[in-house]
């Protein structure tokens, strides 16, 4: 409101291609996602909660239930799992992580 108040827009900028785990899967893969800060309010509660299935499909992170192989770019950065944007949760989590 002060930046509107002032002229201003603000802007993000943002990654969405990879995502780093806080936690381990069973296998020690860094692939479970559950902090974002988001679930501080309610309706945002679980809503960026992936594991596995939201890796594409040959990372290294992923669990081999992900729905997409690797772009054309992809494991070019090894250092977080890229994530599989073709996947409808993936897809609808962010809409919903972009309103917040």
Same mark, same amino acid.
């Given at each position: 409101? #002060?930046?509107?108040?002032?002229?201003?827009?603000?802007?993000?900028?943002?990654? *969405?291609?990879?995502?780093? /785990?806080?936690? &381990?899967? @069973?296998?020690?893969?860094?692939?479970?996602?559950? @902090?974002?800060?988001? +679930?501080?309010? #309610?309706?945002?509660?679980?809503?960026?909660? %992936? &594991?596995?299935?939201? *890796?594409?499909?040959?990372?290294?992170?992923?669990?081999?239930? /992900? +729905?997409?192989?690797?772009?054309?770019?992809?494991?070019?950065? +090894?250092?977080?799992?890229? *994530?599989?944007?073709?996947?409808? #949760?993936? &897809?609808?989590?962010?809409?919903? %992580?972009?309103? %917040?």
């Amino acid at each position: 409101k #002060k930046l509107h108040e002032l002229g201003m827009r603000g802007v993000a900028d943002i990654v *969405i291609n990879h995502r780093c /785990g806080d936690q &381990q899967d @069973s296998q020690g893969r860094w692939n479970v996602f559950t @902090s974002t800060g988001i +679930e501080r309010r #309610k309706s945002f509660a679980g809503v960026m909660d %992936w &594991q596995g299935w939201a *890796i594409t499909l040959g990372c290294p992170y992923s669990d081999g239930t /992900g +729905e997409r192989g690797p772009g054309k770019y992809d494991g070019k950065f +090894e250092a977080a799992p890229d *994530i599989d944007h073709g996947n409808m #949760k993936v &897809q609808q989590s962010f809409q919903i %992580w972009m309103r %917040w």
